[in-house]
């Protein structure tokens, strides 16, 4: 069981933890991938970010293959058209960045592990017409998604971040559920 390199002060994440964290963003980004392939049939920087994030997931090391189809995921979402198509980029790119959630007691590192479901909620919401419930729902599906070992690495970090945005409320609802005993 091999361990990310922590600084003073930090936590210890094993590369099966990284893996739980990856395997739960992917199948968030997963379910509403066919959002942004329909709006953009000839753009496959997303899927190639879900696909590189399941890699992780399934075993083979943490690479530049992540980080990299990341990026080219959110480049993506800039050029989508579409606010469903957005998130749905965002939600593939935020999958492939798991892989490189740090043991930093941040508030911010929560992202890696939660945006992915948050974003999809939202381009889901949006699908449907900007419709709460479904985003909601989303976040439902998410909760029960998660594994203890999601959930115990999560509770090491600080709470989700209190933002102004849809995806910062979902974000926030969905790691206050996770919290809940």
């Known amino acids: 069981m091999s361990h990310v390199p922590t600084g003073p002060g930090d936590f210890e994440l094993t590369m099966d933890e990284l893996r739980a964290?990856?395997?739960?963003?992917?199948?968030?980004?997963?379910?509403?991938?066919h959002l942004y392939e329909d709006a953009q049939p000839e753009d496959a920087r997303p899927r190639a970010a879900v696909e590189a994030a399941w890699t992780f997931a399934?075993?083979?090391?943490?690479?530049r293959l992540q980080r990299v189809a990341s990026l080219d995921a959110h480049r993506s979402a800039r050029d989508a058209t579409g606010e469903a198509a957005v998130h749905a980029a965002r939600a593939a790119g935020d999958a492939a960045a798991a892989a490189y959630l740090h043991p930093l007691a941040k508030a911010t590192q929560v992202g890696h592990i939660l945006r992915a479901a948050a974003s999809a909620a939202r381009a889901a919401e949006l699908h449907a017409g900007d419709d709460p419930a479904?985003?909601?729902?989303?976040?439902?599906?998410?909760?029960?998604?998660?594994?203890?070992?999601?959930?115990?690495?999560?509770?090491?970090?600080?709470?989700a971040p209190t933002g102004r945005s849809r995806v910062a409320h979902l974000m926030k609802s969905l790691d206050s559920s996770l919290r809940r005993p």
């Open 21 to 33: 964290v990856a395997r739960y963003a992917a199948a968030s980004a997963q379910e509403v991938l």
């Open 58 to 63: 399934n075993g083979a090391p943490r690479t």
């Open 134 to 159: 479904v985003g909601d729902a989303v976040i439902r599906r998410a909760r029960q998604r998660a594994t203890p070992v999601l959930i115990d690495v999560l509770g090491r970090y600080p709470l």
